[in-house]
């Protein structure tokens, strides 16, 4: 599995549109994909036409994986998931950043994500 992130503090550098971009590419290597949409706008699920996901928050991203992987939506595309945003995630950069150990977590809980989803 290969996790890809585009994260920049910076507004309007094309994260999204790069992320959008990529998550539409890999499943066309026969790649499944899981676009993980934390702006809490939501632009990369609007994209996809997938309505934002229950408000949740953004604490149960770690806690609690069986509430995370209900929220997991399919797109029209084949071998392309999209976890939309929600608004709790506006504050998730710092969550991470108060966080110990927060890049193992992390890396950690998006391997646990490993799932078959048809």
């Known amino acids: 599995m290969k996790i890809v992130a585009s994260y920049s503090i910076k507004g309007g550098v094309g ?17 499944e994909t899981l676009l993980i949409d ?7 699920s609007f994209y996809f036409r997938i309505g934002a ?7 149960y991203f ?9 929220q997991v ?11 939309p945003a ?3 995630f506006r ?9 110990s150990q927060s890049k193992q977590r992390l890396k950690e809980l998006l391997s ?4 078959n989803m048809i």
């Open 86 to 88: 929600n608004l709790s």
């Open 38 to 44: 934390l702006d809490p706008e939501g632009a990369s």
């Open 112 to 115: 646990s994500l490993k799932i």
């Open 73 to 83: 939506k399919g797109s029209n595309y084949k071998r392309l998931d999209i976890l």
């Open 91 to 99: 504050n998730f950069d710092i969550m991470l950043n108060n966080m």
């Open 62 to 70: 770690f806690t609690k994986k069986n509430r995370l992987l209900s």
């Open 53 to 59: 996901s229950k408000k949740e928050k953004s604490s």
């Open 15 to 31: 994260k999204t549109a790069a992320s959008v971009n990529l998550a539409y590419a890999a499943p066309k290597a026969a790649n």
